[in-house]
Every structure is written in structure tokens, then in C-alpha cells.
């Protein structure tokens, strides 16, 4: 692709920022260790190139920069060198734990640097999710530093710092995927541990706008791709050819999609392009991998965002082929989820899982009930386990969450019937909230009397005495029950 002469980036005329000042461009040289190798040798220090103003700087001299063009495909070793205080970059956003592992390995003698979402949504004014640190230093080195630390991955291996409950996510540079990479028979990256410098790490990024580099000791920030541009003009890019990096990692497919829900960003239109063709391609993704983007994609405070977008485009179906589309109940468990995250209260991929499988579920209890000539109870429980296998191939929800699932499920079924001796029983299981829960989004989704969800509302309120009456009143002449419906359908 694109031509191999140095390319300037961003335009250093324009402000960044409507409310900074004008010239936010560092006139400083780097700072010593973004100069050093990944083995820990000084390369050339930045050289002046004569067009190009102060600000730009090459951290490569001619022949390494070339070398790294041919390797890459792409124009690189240009960087582009701001003072993060004129971008409005809150300190008091910046994690502690997060300074003080760059602080220590900047000590150590190594290259540190926040990078990826945590210095994009800084640039946004936005709290980050988490502060990832890029390095020099290998897993190995980062975990003889810290302490409490570990090593996480496989395919892409990475040291975990931690500060109690807060973990610093530490990776070390890597190079952008050359020939000798490991991949499957479709091109998918399979291990991408190959270290790299930091110039390489950058270019082996996903998105523009996710391949910035803070130093929040120095405050600067290292722009190699016009990320900060792309910020400013709020928009997902991919870094090099777009078709290229969804065939090496079709995961990026769904972060393009989450980073839309999540930031309002437009999506380059390279990026929806071959959609259909790389949603095949997810097929190729471990079901574990999955998980990992299902719960960032849907238990971060924009599920319904991202399953409104998702709905769109035949990812939806690829990760869940046994949802029906345009179900009532995903959109609204979807927001459920966000407002609860709003206000602090505990989410899990369980509950959501139970949203999206609950209609295959339903249809399974039928088929097995009916033709298959199993009673009711057993019929839900292997209903259950077929539909949380089937769905499981695809995303690898941990078998931890079953029995939740299940629970919620099957106990639908007793919160319709409300037999009264069981009454006080379901109100005393570990379950009961979430099955309740469960119940009131069927309920708001249309699929339910409203009458039920407004008298299991008011029996879990009710003072004792109270509550025995309720429960007696559900009890006609003749040992018949009374109010609300007796059978409802599934959905
Ligand atoms: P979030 O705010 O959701 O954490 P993030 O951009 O930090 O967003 P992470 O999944 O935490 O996303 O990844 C951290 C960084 O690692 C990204 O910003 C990006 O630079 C890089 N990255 C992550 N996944 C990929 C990928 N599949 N391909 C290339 N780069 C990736
Ligand atoms: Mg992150």
C-alpha cells in the first residue's frame, strides 16, 4: 500500500482542541528512554529533517526507518511530540498505580509508557475503564520487578501488576505481524508475542485514536498515526489497510463496533466493508477470546449502544445464533444493564446470557415436554444444558454461571405458577432476586401480565401478616388459585 516517503502526520496549525491554546506542540527533544532499544541500546537520537517544523521528530535514523518500512508495508518513524497539559489532560484522572508502575520501570531503566484506551479517553475528559503501560521490559523483567505480579496469556503474554483490587495491565512493544508470524490456515494471528520497539508497538495497534503513548511524568504524549487527529475529529480508523487488520485479527471487527457504542465515534467506511465476509472469519476466534470481548462489549455501561449497532450487522447472528432477531427482551436487559452499572450495582454475563438464550431455552422446554414426552421439571433442566452448550461452542461462558442461568430460568416457571405452599420458599431462594429481576423485564418487554410482577413487587414488601394474606388469597374455594394468569407462554 501506501508510499514509502516519510508521511507527516496531524497538522501542527491547527489546534487540537477548541479550548486549548493554539501551539500545543512539545518544542522539547524525547525524552531519553524513548530512545533506547528493546535491548536496552541507545539508537540515534531524533534527527532534524529539513521541511518538516520543530515538532516532528524522527526517532529512527534513514537506514532503520527503511528497514522497518519494508517489513511493515507502511510508513513509519515519524512521531509526533505533544505537551499533554495544553490537551487538558486531567492528572486526577490518571490512576495512581498506574504512575507508579511506569515510575518503577522508568527507574529500572526501561521505556514506560500509558498507552491504548486509558490515554484516548484521558484526551476525552473521560474516566478510563483501565491503564494498560507499554514497555521495553519483558513479562519476565516486569515480574521480577513487581512483586505482586503474574503473568497472563497465551497468544499474546503479558504481566499483571497488582494494587489490590486494581490490576495494571503491563505489555511489553511488539512488532506489527511480519512473515514468520504464527497463524492459522485464514490468516488469524494465533501468537503475537515477537517484541518489538516502541515505534513497532505502535504501528502494531488497532485503531488510530488507540495507538497514543503518555508519559504523565513528562506529560507528553508520543502521536506516531494522527490518533490525536483522529480524536479530534472523532473518528475509528484503522491503522494501515483496513481489510489487512480484520483478516489478521477478525476480533477487531468487534472492538471497532464496541469503541463506535462506547465513544459516538464514526467508523471509516474500509471498516464495515468486508463485515459480512469477517464475521465468518470469528468462527477462528477461541470461544474463551470471545467471552473475553463479549463481556468488555456488553458489561461496560453501553450494552445497549453496542447490541443497537450489533443488531445491524450479521455479527449478532454469528455470536448468537439462537437469539431471535428483533427479541424484545435483549434491547431492554441491554439498558438494564447499563443503568445498573450507572449507579454502582453488580452486572454478570450470566444474567445477560440468560436475556439472549431464554427463547431457545423456551423452545427447547417445548420440543422436549411435548414430542421428546418428558415432564415439565426434567424437561427444563436438559433444555437448559442444550442451550447453554450450544451457545457455550461460540462464547465460552464459564460453567460457573449454569447453574445461575438455569436457577433463573426454571424458577420463571414457579413465579408464574405461585403455588402458595412454595411462596414463602421462593422468597427465601439464593436466586429469588435475579429470577425476580428476570420477571419484571418480561414483564416491561410485554411478554408477561403486569398483574404477577406488581404482586411479587408487593408480597417481598409486605409485613408478615401481610404476606400470609396474599398468599391465602391466592387460594380459591375448591383449593383453585386465583389472580393472574395460571400458564404463560414462555416468551
Ligand atoms: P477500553 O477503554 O475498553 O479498555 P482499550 O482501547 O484500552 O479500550 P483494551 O482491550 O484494553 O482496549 O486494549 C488496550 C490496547 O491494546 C488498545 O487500545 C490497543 O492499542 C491494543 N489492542 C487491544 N486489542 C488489540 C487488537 N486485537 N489488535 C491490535 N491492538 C489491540
Ligand atoms: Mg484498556
Same mark, same amino acid.
Given at each position: 500500500m501506501a508510499a514509502k516517503t516519510p508521511r507527516l502526520l496531524t497538522? &501542527? &496549525? #491547527? $489546534?487540537?482542541? +477548541?479550548?486549548?491554546? $493554539?501551539s500545543n506542540w512539545a518544542k522539547r527533544p524525547l525524552p531519553? !528512554? #524513548?530512545? #533506547?532499544?528493546?535491548?536496552?541500546q541507545r539508537l540515534a537520537g531524533p534527527k532534524a529533517v529539513d521541511a $518538516?517544523?520543530?515538532?516532528? !521528530?524522527?526517532?529512527?535514523? *534513514?537506514p532503520l526507518y527503511a528497514q522497518f518500512e519494508d517489513a511493515l508495508d507502511i510508513d513509519t518513524a515519524t512521531a509526533t511530540q505533544l505537551a499533554s497539559k495544553p490537551l487538558n489532560i486531567?492528572? +486526577?484522572?490518571?490512576?495512581p498505580n498506574a504512575m507508579d508502575v511506569v515510575a518503577k520501570l522508568k527507574q529500572a531503566g526501561y521505556q514506560a509508557w500509558l498507552v491504548g484506551g486509558c490515554v484516548r479517553d484521558l484526551l476525552l475528559g473521560t474516566s478510563p475503564k483501565d491503564f494498560d503501560v507499554a514497555t521495553n521490559a519483558t513479562p519476565e523483567q516486569v515480574r521480577s520487578l513487581f512483586r505482586r505480579s503474574r503473568m497472563v496469556g497465551r497468544r499474546f503474554k503479558i504481566a499483571h501488576v497488582r494494587y489490590g483490587r486494581d490490576v495494571i495491565e503491563v505489555s511489553t512493544f511488539r512488532k506489527a505481524p511480519a512473515g514468520n508470524v504464527k497463524t492459522n490456515g485464514n490468516g488469524? /494471528?494465533?501468537?503475537?508475542?515477537a517484541y518489538g520497539t516502541l515505534d513497532e508497538d505502535a504501528f502494531r495497534r488497532d485503531f488510530t485514536v488507540n495507538a497514543l503513548y503518555y508519559d504523565p511524568h513528562e506529560e507528553l504524549i508520543l502521536d506516531y498515526v494522527g490518533g490525536i487527529e483522529d480524536i479530534k475529529r472523532r473518528r475509528l480508523k484503522f491503522i494501515g489497510e483496513a481489510r489487512e487488520r480484520l483478516v489478521e485479527d477478525p476480533v477487531r471487527l468487534l472492538r471497532a463496533i464496541r469503541f463506535q457504542a462506547k465513544l459516538g465515534f464514526a467508523l471509516d467506511a474500509a471498516i464495515t466493508e468486508d463485515a459480512a465476509a469477517i464475521t465468518v472469519r470469528l468462527?477462528? /476466534?477461541p470461544s474463551a477470546r470471545l467471552f473475553d470481548e463479549f463481556s468488555k462489549m456488553f458489561l461496560t455501561g453501553y450494552a445497549a449502544n453496542a447490541w443497537h449497532l450489533l443488531e445491524r450487522t450479521p455479527i449478532a447472528k454469528a455470536l448468537f445464533p439462537n437469539t431471535p432477531a428483533q427479541d424484545p427482551l435483549v434491547p431492554l436487559a441491554m439498558l438494564n444493564t447499563d443503568r445498573r452499572i450507572a449507579i454502582g450495582r453488580p452486572v454478570t454475563a450470566g444474567f445477560l446470557l440468560a436475556v439472549l438464550l431464554w427463547a431457545d431455552y423456551g423452545a427447547r422446554v417445548k420440543a422436549l415436554s411435548s414430542t421428546?414426552?418428558?415432564g415439565l421439571p426434567e424437561a427444563s433442566l436438559v433444555a437448559a444444558h442444550e442451550a447453554l452448550l450450544a451457545q457455550r461452542r461460540i462464547i #465460552?461462558? *464459564?460453567?460457573? !454461571?449454569f447453574g445461575f442461568i438455569t436457577d433463573i430460568w426454571r424458577l420463571q416457571r414457579l413465579l408464574e405458577e405461585r403455588r402458595p405452599r412454595r411462596v414463602a420458599k421462593l422468597l427465601q431462594h439464593a436466586k429469588f432476586r435475579a429470577a425476580y429481576d428476570f420477571l419484571l423485564l418480561r414483564t416491561e418487554a410485554g411478554l408477561l401480565d403486569a398483574n404477577l410482577a406488581d404482586w411479587w413487587t408487593a408480597v417481598q414488601k409486605a409485613p408478615a401478616d401481610c404476606q400470609a394474606e396474599m398468599i391465602a388469597a391466592l387460594?380459591?374455594?375448591?383449593g383453585r388459585r386465583s389472580g393472574g394468569k395460571r400458564r404463560h407462554r414462555h416468551r
Open positions: 497538522n &501542527a &496549525a #491547527a $489546534p487540537l482542541f +477548541e479550548r486549548n491554546q $493554539p531519553s !528512554h #524513548a530512545l #533506547a532499544s528493546t535491548d536496552g $518538516p517544523p520543530s515538532c516532528y !521528530h524522527f526517532l529512527f535514523p *534513514p486531567s492528572q +486526577e484522572l490518571v490512576d488469524v /494471528i494465533l501468537r503475537d508475542n468462527q477462528d /476466534i421428546g414426552g418428558m #465460552a461462558l *464459564p460453567r460457573r !454461571h387460594k380459591q374455594p375448591g
